[in-house]
């Protein structure tokens, strides 16, 4: 994949710095995720960041009062190439590793991939959408995680 095509997948560090190895691999790989799935991308920023600051943005913009590890903004309409900003609580990956009892990395990659596939209009709120949703999260990550990773 040519280093401009990764280019439209973009990692940001507000709060908290972490470590992605790979980043063109895994850049490379969300790109097959949405051709996969039938979708163009024009631009994808992934913001990593502390509860607090992923709090303030679901009250903010979802009138949500709860902590959680994803929200993802899309700004383009169906069927149109795919903008978004997808911000990631490194703090509820971590917690939610440990309480899944998989590694961080597993966690923080499940995450990444959860929220492209929202950007490719899968559902999570009911629980037929929910388990749809895990089997492709799941499908990617055999596909991109190392074992024992």
């Not at 560090?13 to 097959?32: G, S, V």
């Not at 978004?84 to 995450?111: H, P, Q, T, W």
């Amino acid at each position: 994949m040519a280093r401009d095509e990764t280019g439209k997948i973009r990692f940001n560090y507000l709060e908290r710095t972490i470590r992605l190895p790979d980043r063109t691999k895994l850049k490379a790989f969300i790109l097959k995720l949405f051709k996969n799935e039938g979708v163009r991308v024009t631009e994808v920023n992934y913001i990593f960041c502390s509860d607090e600051y992923l709090l303030g943005i679901n009250q903010q913009f979802l009138r949500h009062n709860s902590y959680t590890d994803i929200v993802t903004f899309q700004y383009t309409g169906k069927g149109e190439a795919v903008q978004s900003d997808i911000y990631i609580s490194v703090d509820r990956v971590r917690e939610n590793a440990g309480k899944f009892g998989v590694s961080f990395l597993k966690e923080l990659y499940r995450v990444v991939f959860h929220g492209a596939l929202h950007l490719c209009e899968y559902k999570d709120k009911k629980s037929k959408d929910s388990q749809q949703m895990r089997v492709k999260e799941e499908y990617y990550l055999s596909r991109y995680v190392p074992r024992g990773t």
